[in-house]
């Protein structure tokens, strides 16, 4: 099992960046897969990003595609997701995810998550 604590939201103009952080525990993190995703207010849980247990593969939404970068440090049991030219329309509370096997888009499919970070983007 693997517990999962996000950090780095906050709130931020347009055009700005963040960098969310998630902390995994345990000495497993390596063989899980991490996917961002998030969630805004009245509106289901989407697919922002996700990587493969060695870092090598990474998918994104379309709508941050571009925009917003995936990493991971086995080392320090961290994934990362970098945010750039935020827009309001990203303002949600982010949650980290984990999962055994190969990288998903689908929330149904992680077996872990955090308890989310609120993001909020003004105009």
């Known amino acids: 099992q693997v517990q999962l604590v996000e950090s780095g939201g906050g709130l931020v103009q347009a055009g700005g960046s963040l960098r969310l952080s998630c902390a995994a525990s345990?000495?497993?993190?390596?063989?899980?897969?991490m996917g961002w995703f998030r969630q805004a207010p009245g509106k289901e849980r989407e697919f922002v990003a996700t990587?493969?247990?060695?870092?090598?593969?990474?998918l994104y939404a379309d709508s941050v595609k571009g925009r917003f970068t995936i990493s991971r440090d086995n080392a320090k049991n961290t994934v990362y997701l970098q945010m750039n030219s935020l827009k309001p329309e990203d303002t949600a509370v982010y949650y980290c995810?984990?999962?055994?096997?190969?990288?998903?888009?689908?929330?149904?499919?992680?077996?872990?998550w955090g308890q989310g970070t609120q993001v909020t983007v003004s105009e």
């Open positions: 345990g000495r497993t993190f390596n063989t899980y897969a």
């Open positions: 995810a984990a999962r055994r096997g190969l990288t998903h888009t689908v929330v149904a499919e992680y077996d872990y």
């Open positions: 990587i493969s247990q060695g870092g090598v593969r990474t």
